[in-house]
């Protein structure tokens, strides 16, 4: 069965250094999601990605992030100068479109750790 | 804010009962409903979704959606202990989470 892999699986950084997170969608899929979740809290949207531009974003996703399809299988968030809030683990999503009959599969997840 | 709210728990739950896990949300615009699973440690996975009022049923899994009340529930029948997660309620895409209840089913 097709799925979303992410990598590395665990990061650690240093407060003020840049990271970037890679997620390889489902192969067919369209839509692109960045979600985190800090340890204990809910899961949050941070930004939706389609036709190589960003579709949605929250209010979390500031400048300080930014997403990118560097090619045809690979779709990344960086941060550019982490904080100690940044420490979470960070799902990418995809699915074959927009809408609700059509199901965001998540990938394992990275664990982001800012010290 | 358009939020999502829910019981953290635990609910806990005999193996063989039915769980109920409830969920409301503040946007009366929301159009469709998520329930996620999520075992510790691991990205959440799909059960169901639903979009209109009433229910709907897969399996050992019924949703429930009131949209007058604002109010979206999961009923778990025969639980089992792998059933043991937590449940995440999410509306819309992109999706808005609750913050999970964490269900517990005793053997």
């Known amino acids: 069965e097709p799925e979303v892999t992410q990598t590395p699986s665990h990061q650690v950084t240093q407060m003020g250094q840049e990271v970037i997170l890679r997620c390889v969608p489902i192969?067919?899929?369209?839509?692109f999601y960045w979600y985190r979740q800090i340890l204990g809290q809910k899961v949050e949207f941070l930004v939706s990605?389609?036709?190589?531009?960003?579709?949605?974003k929250s209010e979390i996703f500031d400048d300080q992030f930014s997403v990118e399809r560097p090619d045809g299988s690979n779709f990344t968030l960086k941060i550019r100068s982490t904080k100690l809030e940044d420490s979470a683990m960070y799902f990418c999503?995809?699915?074959?479109?927009?809408?609700?009959?059509?199901?965001?599969?998540f990938g394992p997840g990275t664990r982001l750790t800012v010290t | 804010q358009k939020e999502v709210e829910q019981n953290s728990g635990p609910l806990s739950v005999p193996e063989g009962a039915i769980a109920s896990l409830n969920c409301t949300y503040s946007?009366?615009?929301?159009?469709?409903f998520f329930w996620y699973r999520q075992y510790s440690g691991k990205s959440p996975e799909l059960i169901m979704f639903?979009?209109?009022?009433g229910d709907k049923e897969d399996g050992r899994f019924t949703a429930q959606l009131n949209k007058a009340s604002q109010y979206v529930s999961l009923l778990i029948r025969d639980s089992q202990p792998s059933d043991s997660a937590t449940y995440l309620c999410?509306?819309?895409?992109?999706?808005?989470f609750g913050k999970g209840t964490r269900l517990s089913v005793i053997a």
């Open positions: 999503a995809s699915s074959e479109a927009m809408g609700y009959s059509y199901e965001q599969y």
């Open positions: 192969s067919n899929h369209l839509y």
């Open positions: 990605f389609y036709n190589n531009e960003i579709s949605e």
């Open positions: 946007d009366r615009g929301s159009q469709s």
């Open positions: 639903i979009y209109s009022n």
């Open positions: 999410a509306r819309d895409t992109p999706l808005v």
